[in-house]
């Protein structure tokens, strides 16, 4: 009998050295940001202000489908990258499926997430400009530490703010953040004039990512040599992530394999469309026909329940207006413990392609979420971050669903990041003390 194989890993040769630019290759190109003040389209120079010029440039480009990858950024991509494709065959013998399950494992990373596959180009780009003073938000931490990880590599100056109900959940990820250099602050703050209005509106607000960039953005704008960045939802973001996709592409293809449906956690559309979208192309064309399925919380559902039109991608309406899926601006998430999907929009590419029906959504109860990373645990010996655990719950649903009609579909997932630093939320889960919260939106 032939051994198994379990792992499928690049050569450094193998890492991509261009991002993937899906904008370019769409049937239906995304509608434009507005302006606010205007409402005319935006430019990428009115974006200078508050980010670095070139991720301007990226933000809109719908022309180029591939742009490379500065070699100083791909040097550094290697010191975690490839990052390993595995074959859950643990996973698939607990639930007696006849599906072939893989998942990326972009938990290997220094910072324990995906997310410093786009921090470090951020940073990047920051220094060459000439900045000094990064500033951003983050939920969970993994996109903060990863930030504050990058800006000390280019030494750059990094404020964080983190959601102040996360900033209390999860005091490990500050540590981390404080350890690399930043400077963290709960939000919703004093520190600025749209956490001081937040405040005085609802001296008990918890925070939410909403929150937490309009702080950021007034920080970037106010400061001298200081520039926004962001961990989520903007295409150029997104764009950084697609290594994670273009990666498991070549690594299906040593295991023999292409994917029937992939799968993605879903809070703003960074890692989703990371994995999902260098696959996506071929369906483009005609030449493949696979699912992608985005898992979002159901007490934080924008793609499931949310309205497609334009709103702001923060509380304080300091960001253009953003055509997408959304549960409106000022939405206050539950305080669900995966942090980092509390967030009220889904990015513009993402909400073209699912108005278009070129992908799907589900949405997933706390707890479900959380009886998957268990047995996931258990049976593949990682603990995911609790953001994965969606993404995870909605691969055991396709897989019990190949159970009852004996399809082998081959599923892949990404493992966004892993949960060792977010046990006290496995704590609560093991006592019995979550629960799954409804959503309730917003009245008129």
């Given at each position: 009998?032939?051994?198994?194989?379990?792992?499928?890993?690049?050569?450094?040769?193998?890492?991509?050295?261009?991002?993937?630019?899906?904008?370019a290759?769409?049937?239906?190109?995304?509608?434009?940001?507005?302006?606010?003040?205007?409402?005319?389209?935006l430019?990428?120079?009115?974006?200078?202000?508050?980010?670095?010029?070139?991720?301007?440039?990226?933000?809109?480009?719908?022309?180029?489908?591939?742009?490379?990858?500065?070699?100083?950024?791909?040097?550094?991509?290697?010191?975690?990258?490839?990052?390993?494709?595995?074959?859950?065959?643990?996973?698939?013998?607990?639930?007696?499926?006849?599906?072939?399950?893989?998942?990326?494992?972009?938990?290997?990373s220094?910072?324990?997430?995906?997310?410093?596959?786009?921090?470090?180009?951020?940073?990047?780009?920051?220094?060459?400009?000439?900045?000094?003073?990064?500033?951003?938000?983050?939920?969970?931490?993994?996109?903060?530490?990863?930030?504050?990880?990058?800006?000390?590599?280019f030494?750059?100056?990094?404020?964080v703010?983190?959601?102040k109900?996360?900033?209390?959940?999860?005091?490990?990820?500050?540590?981390?953040?404080?350890?690399?250099?930043?400077q963290?602050?709960?939000?919703?703050?004093?520190?600025?004039?749209?956490?001081?209005?937040?405040?005085?509106?609802?001296?008990?607000?918890?925070?939410?990512?909403?929150?937490?960039?309009?702080?950021a953005?007034?920080?970037?704008?106010?400061?001298?040599?200081?520039?926004?960045?962001?961990?989520?939802?903007?295409?150029?973001?997104?764009?950084?992530?697609?290594?994670?996709?273009?990666?498991?592409?070549?690594?299906?293809?040593?295991?023999?394999?292409?994917?029937?449906?992939?799968?993605?956690?879903?809070?703003g559309?960074?890692?989703f469309?990371?994995i999902?979208?260098?696959?996506?192309?071929?369906?483009?064309?005609g030449?493949?026909?696979t699912?992608?399925?985005?898992?979002?919380?159901?007490?934080?559902?924008?793609?499931?329940?949310?309205?497609?039109?334009?709103?702001?991608?923060?509380?304080?309406?300091?960001?253009?207006?953003?055509?997408?899926?959304?549960?409106?601006?000022?939405?206050?998430?539950?305080?669900?413990?995966?942090?980092?999907?509390?967030?009220?929009g889904?990015?513009?590419?993402v909400?073209?392609?699912?108005?278009?029906?070129?992908?799907?959504?589900?949405?997933?109860?706390?707890?479900?979420?959380?009886?998957?990373?268990?047995l996931?645990?258990?049976?593949?010996?990682?603990?995911?971050a609790?953001?994965s655990?969606?993404?995870?719950?909605?691969?055991?649903?396709?897989?019990l669903?190949?159970?009852?009609?004996?399809e082998?579909?081959?599923?892949?997932?990404?493992?966004s990041?892993?949960?060792?630093?977010?046990?006290?939320?496995?704590?609560?889960?093991?006592?019995?003390d979550?629960?799954?919260?409804?959503?309730?939106?917003?009245?008129?």
């Amino acid at each position: 009998m032939s051994e198994k194989k379990k792992r499928y890993m690049l050569s450094e040769d193998d890492i991509p050295r261009r991002w993937y630019n899906i904008q370019a290759e769409m049937p239906v190109k995304p509608m434009p940001p507005l302006n606010p003040a205007t409402k005319e389209p935006l430019k990428a120079e009115d974006l200078y202000p508050i980010f670095a010029e070139e991720l301007c440039r990226q933000e809109l480009n719908q022309k180029d489908a591939w742009i490379d990858i500065p070699e100083e950024v791909r040097e550094m991509y290697k010191y975690y990258r490839s990052t390993p494709l595995v074959r859950a065959y643990g996973l698939e013998k607990a639930l007696g499926t006849p599906a072939h399950i893989y998942f990326k494992n972009e938990s290997v990373s220094p910072m324990g997430s995906h997310k410093l596959n786009s921090a470090i180009p951020q940073a990047y780009y920051c220094r060459e400009e000439g900045v000094t003073n990064v500033t951003t938000e983050t939920g969970a931490g993994q996109w903060g530490a990863s930030l504050a990880y990058a800006a000390r590599l280019f030494g750059l100056e990094a404020a964080v703010y983190q959601v102040k109900i996360s900033y209390e959940q999860k005091p490990y990820r500050r540590s981390m953040m404080q350890t690399f250099g930043a400077q963290v602050t709960p939000s919703p703050s004093m520190s600025t004039r749209a956490g001081k209005d937040i405040l005085t509106a609802n001296p008990n607000h918890q925070g939410s990512l909403g929150t937490a960039i309009s702080e950021a953005v007034e920080l970037a704008r106010t400061t001298p040599g200081c520039k926004y960045t962001l961990g989520s939802v903007l295409s150029h973001v997104t764009l950084h992530q697609t290594v994670i996709g273009l990666e498991a592409e070549k690594q299906m293809a040593m295991a023999g394999e292409y994917p029937d449906v992939v799968i993605a956690c879903f809070g703003g559309g960074s890692n989703f469309g990371g994995i999902a979208f260098p696959f996506m192309r071929h369906n483009f064309t005609g030449e493949r026909h696979t699912r992608f399925v985005a898992a979002e919380p159901a007490s934080c559902p924008k793609l499931t329940r949310g309205e497609f039109r334009y709103d702001f991608g923060d509380e304080a309406g300091y960001t253009p207006l953003l055509p997408m899926f959304t549960l409106g601006h000022d939405f206050m998430p539950p305080n669900v413990h995966a942090g980092g999907l509390r967030y009220h929009g889904a990015g513009v590419i993402v909400s073209q392609l699912l108005k278009d029906g070129l992908m799907e959504a589900v949405d997933i109860e706390q707890i479900e979420s959380f009886d998957a990373g268990v047995l996931f645990a258990r049976a593949e010996g990682i603990i995911p971050a609790p953001e994965s655990c969606h993404a995870i719950a909605a691969t055991v649903r396709e897989a019990l669903e190949c159970k009852k009609t004996g399809e082998e579909k081959v599923i892949l997932f990404n493992l966004s990041g892993h949960g060792l630093i977010d046990m006290a939320s496995y704590d609560k889960y093991l006592a019995g003390d979550l629960v799954n919260y409804e959503y309730k939106p917003k009245k008129a």
